[in-house]
């Protein structure tokens, strides 16, 4: 095992939490090692967005200039009806994005990752297309067994593993037991810029209900992302890993529909980088047992409803790298602490998935929105320097 100060520290994930994680943790001095089920780095995502303290965080670990040079770059948006007629434009907001004046920077979620991995470079060991299949923990450390790697010990275990995270599976218990259901299903994938959009984002709501779909020019107009979204009461019963399935299940909601939606449907079937899940929140009690961690999604997902999933990963990351490094290598004194620093910024960024929704809603209607102003949320903490 490691001494008191250096720490064999696992993160399960490799996405923006995980890689954002082991640039602190190996800049602290700890050996850390990364496993992603997939067998490499997971390409396509939608847009994200980094705001407030997360900013500062990018600045601190050296990357904040990368990150703007590869944020997404729009001119504005559109809502169009069935038959492609613009009903409404904005050249002030986006809808993924928000205000276009602020100082948020909206980025690629494959793009943010892979700045991350860059800049931890080859300082950590990656065991890419495994996964942990049992964590087995004591007062001398966590003993991991893999899918393909041999079994092996680590002082710490972090869970950076998403919305259906398998590491909180394994050690607190099924997820039903965590997820508060939002009532709207959402994809993402990459198609050709074939809308020749410059820089401009188009929506298309469906009549009579409150989604559809959209699409974006992303990278240099090179390419662009499809989002569709649509509602339902109760949760669809499906296998996360089952990506044709989910194909169906969108192409049966939204196949019949106008604008572009089928023909975005038909360049779905060849989309390696398709992403389908249902908007959700992930609300623990604790984040933490005995030597296992949770880390941004697999412990306090805030739904693409917040707009703060990405932030509240980064800071979470710096936030429990930084207390692990207080702690000297008491695992006990830094998990307690990362808690106690992220509690009430995270409840307050949950919270704000709901607070959109009523602002939305009060927009539609043309009614002032009464309810906490969104940059009191987003900045509500202070980042300490470790």
Known sequence: ???????????????????????????????????????????????????????????????LDEIRRHKVQMRGMSVVDDDGKEVYRSEEHTLTGGDLASADIEILRDDLSQIFVRAVGDRVEYLLGDTVTAIDQDDSGARVTFATAAPRTFDLVVGADGLHSNTRRLVFGPESQFIEYMGTYLAVWTIPNYLELDRWQVFHQIPGDSWGGGVMSVRGNSEARVYMGFESEEPIAYDYRDIPSQKRILRERLGGFGWELPRMLDHMEDAEDFHFDPMAQIRMDTWSQGRVVLLGDAGYCGSPLSGQGTSMAMVGAYVLAGEIKEAGGDHRTALAAYEREMRDYVKGNQDLAFTNRERFEAQQSGVEFAGPAVGDVVNAITLKDY
């Open 1 to 63: 095992m490691a001494t008191l100060d250096a720490m064999d520290i696992l993160i399960s994930g490799a996405s923006v939490g995980g890689p954002a994680l082991a640039y602190w943790l190996e800049r602290y001095g700890h050996n850390v090692t990364v496993v992603e089920v997939t067998p490499g780095f997971r390409p396509g995502g939608q847009a994200i967005d980094v705001r407030g303290p997360a900013l500062e965080v990018a600045s601190r670990m050296g990357v």
